[in-house]
């Protein structure tokens, strides 16, 4: 592949999986590559900077003053989005609205979780079992970090599977080989954002020990010192952020992760051997399946990498599947070792005060998915092919695991 052939807003390019060939000349050839506005997008892209090695990715993710985050992490995020996210703000607002979240997801609280995230896992897993082949990302992927973020935020077991067929259904339809048609897209955004509001109300009038009863009674301050709660339009993009980035992006590190697995018996082997392998290897999980495909950042004014000049203004995408593969920060990084160490894998972003928020209760979850699945079971084969979902540039998540046909041995 010639680095002239490379077009990111080709969906064609993402269609079996993340396109690491086009990734290895970039970082070889043109590591600040400056990608023409692909055509026919809506809305349309202009032209951005690729980054796509590790310790650009790193600096860039760390620099928020240079880098702002404020015009949102997709190269399509709509207007709105502008400031009014956690992933769309900047400095003394960004922590103001972190902090308040943040309680939710620190490793004390994630260990609270973590009876929960077994009971949750076991059952998922006992369920396929009895199926004895099964659809590996919808039947088990799917299901454990629905309802862990589910959990966490405080939604009614009965509402899930319908809302996150929704959180399913906006991701999909940016796929233009999806049957979900694109101008659905506003519809299901409403849809969610009435079911926020609904709950909010719910929380309001009887209080309980989650997120979403925190996020509508809080107060925060503004820049000039005063206080007041979230607004409507910031509670339905929070409500949107947690549901899609606390389900999506783990549901594809499991699936993912288990095709890596059954592509490469020996490690498979060795870790049913020895379970004590399973947080390094959930660590090579996540370098691998890296299921955030970009972030976007806009430069604050006028500037350079590696002597290649940035304009003010320009946006900026971090590439973390790439940098997951440098070749200078890796040993063999085409080679999936689930005792790699050390592992500085950049999958829950380069750093910086927007690193993901989940990273601990995502850990969790595929370690412990893992660990209950090779305990029951004698053998898993995969019984067809694997397909993909391409969301193209529109979401940060690019493209995802959609299929995975998988038979399961009980023990
Ligand atoms: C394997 C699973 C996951 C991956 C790969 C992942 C990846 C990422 C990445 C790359 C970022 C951007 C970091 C940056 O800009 O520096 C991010 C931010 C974020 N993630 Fe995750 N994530 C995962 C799971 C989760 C889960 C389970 C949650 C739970 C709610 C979550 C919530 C968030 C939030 C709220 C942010 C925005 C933080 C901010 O802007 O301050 N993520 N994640």
Known sequence: MRLDDIDLGDPALFRRGFPHEAFSVLRRDAPIWWHPAPGRLHPPVKGFWVLSRYDD????????????????????????????????MDGPAHTRLRKLISAGFTPRMIARLEDQTRRWAVSIVEAALERGTCEFVSDVAYQLPMHMIADIVGIPVEDRAW???????????????????????QAIQVEMFQYAQKLGEQKRKH????????????????DDGER??????????????????????TRNAISLGLLALLEHPD????LRRDPTQMSSATEEILRWS????????????????RGVPIQAGDSVTLWYPSGNRDEQIFDAPFRFDIARSPNYQQAFGGGGPHFCLGANLARREISIL????????????LVGDVTY???????????????????????
């Open 267 to 270: 490690q498979l082997a060795s």
């Open 290 to 305: 890296s299921p955030v495909a970009y972030f976007r950042r806009t430069a604050s004014r006028d500037t350079e990498m």
């Open 228 to 249: 007041s709660g979230l607004s409507q339009i910031e509670l339905d993009l929070f409500f949107l952020l947690l549901t899609i980035a606390g389900s999506e992006t």
């Open 370 to 381: 893992f660990e209950e699945l090779l305990a029951r079971t004698d053998d898993i084969a």
């Open 207 to 222: 209080p309980q020990d989650d997120v979403w009863t925190i996020l509508q009674t809080v107060e925060v301050e503004t």
């Open 163 to 185: 809302l996150f067929s929704k959180t399913n259904d906006f991701l999909q339809c940016s796929d233009p080989e999806s049957s979900i048609p694109v101008s659905e897209v």
């Open 389 to 411: 979902s391409v969301q193209g540039l529109a979401n940060p998540i690019v493209v995802s695991a959609k299929e995975l046909p998988v038979r399961l041995q009980s023990r």
């Open 57 to 88: 990715i790193e600096a860039a993710n760390r620099d928020t003053e240079l880098f702002t985050a404020f015009e949102g992490p997709s190269l399509q995020s709509p207007e709105e989005m502008r400031g009014t996210m956690m992933v769309s």
